[in-house]
Structure formats: C-alpha cells, structure tokens
T-cell receptor, first 111, second 116 residues
C-alpha cells in the first residue's frame, strides 16, 4: 500500500538535543497526525493538525502543517530517554476513512 | 477514560488453527478500523466499519480473513485457517462520530500473532 516518505529513517541523538523529522506526500491532505509507537504497544496520538501553516505544541513537541499541504514536520526539544520509539506521520482528508501512514522515524536517545 | 481495548495481547498458534482477535472501541466512537503491521509493509488497513457496517474490506488479504461488528462496542477479526505468513501485529483503532477530533484515530495496544 501507499506510504508517506518520512525522514530520517532513524536517528541516534544525545539526551538534551533537539530532534527534527519530516513527512512528505505527493497528495494534498487536510489533516496531518503524528503518532509515537513504543515497543510492543500501539501508536499513540501526539498531535493533530488541521490547517495549512498551523503550528501546534504538546509539551516539548511541536508540529507544523506545511503550507503546500503536502508535508508536515515534528520537532522534539531537549530530548529525554523516554522519547525513544518510532514516530509515524499520517495524512488524511475529511470525508474519507483512508489514512496514509509514513514509513516511520526510529529515534534512539543516548543518555 | 479507557482507550481502545484489544485481546489477547499475544497469540501463538499452529498453522491451520482458527484465530479470533477482539476489539472494544472507545465509547461513543462510530468508526472502527482493523490494521496489520509488519516490518516490510508498515500499517495496512484491513477493514473499516462505520456505524457497525463494513464499508471497505478491500484490504482483507484472503477469504481466510473475516471481521464482524455485532454492536457499537465490540468487533472481531477472525483468521481461519491461519498460516505462518499471517504472523504480524494486528491493531484496532476507533474514531469519533463528529466534532473537532473527527479525523483523529486512536489505536489499541495490538495483538501480536505468531503462527508456527
């Protein structure tokens, strides 16, 4: 099935560093979602974005809905060990039930 | 509030056996999704229910797979007979009826299925 391009695929960072990842699509979406998946668990919704250009924060996490509506970005500030996991983006359009998921960014934080 | 509940969390079975996975969506949500996650293919939508009615089952791999939603608070995904290539993590997700969070899907913890 179709997947969104996420980059980077994986990251190793030091505790305290900031993290940036992005997601790109060939299609326009009107909703972008960011999830985090811990090992052995289901994806947990972090942030939902509904408007082009929207910038939304959730604690140390900040996500942006790209102006072209074909991309989205997630930033994590001052990373901590519990930020370890796989981060997925997902795009969808109102009135549909199809969610296109990204390939995931695997984050590892070195203490 | 309880999130999406799935059972069992882990299932190990032998090829040819019937497997039934269960899901309880978030109360008040009227959309339910079953996904399969593998390393190779990521998250794949298997079937989508709206108001307990299957709307799209085009992602169900074969006739060996079937899903039901007898009421708003319960759904099952059945594999009969199971095969080793069915080994994966199966997720159930639900979505609210209306409102600002209409497009937000909430996932359960998943069932890790291993078919020997």
């Amino acid at each position: 099935g179709q997947q969104l391009n996420q980059s980077p695929q994986s990251m190793f960072i030091q505790e305290g560093e900031d993290v940036s990842m992005n997601c790109t699509s060939s299609s326009i979406f009107n909703t972008w979602l960011w999830y985090k998946q811990d090992p052995g668990e289901g994806p947990v919704l972090l942030i939902a974005l509904y408007k082009a250009g929207e910038l939304t924060s959730n604690g140390r996490l900040t996500a942006q809905f790209g102006i072209t509506r074909k991309d989205s970005f997630l930033n994590i500030s001052a990373s901590i060990p519990s930020d370890v996991g796989i981060y997925f983006c997902a795009g969808t359009t109102s009135g549909t039930y199809k969610y296109i998921f990204g390939t995931g960014t695997r984050l590892k934080v070195l203490a | 509030d309880a999130g999406v509940i799935q059972s069992p969390r882990h299932e190990v079975t032998e090829m040819g056996q019937e497997v039934t996975l269960r899901c309880k969506p978030i109360s008040g949500h009227n959309s339910l999704f079953w996904y399969r996650q593998t390393m190779m293919r990521g998250l794949e939508l298997l079937i989508y229910f709206n108001n307990n009615v299957p709307i799209d089952d085009s992602g169900m791999p074969e006739d060996r797979f079937s899903a039901k939603m007898p009421n708003a608070s319960f759904s099952t995904l059945k594999i009969q007979p199971s095969e080793p290539r069915d080994s994966a993590v199966y997720f159930c997700a639900s979505r609210a009826r209306e409102g600002l969070s209409y497009n937000e899907q909430f996932f359960g913890p998943g069932t890790r299925l291993t078919v020997l």
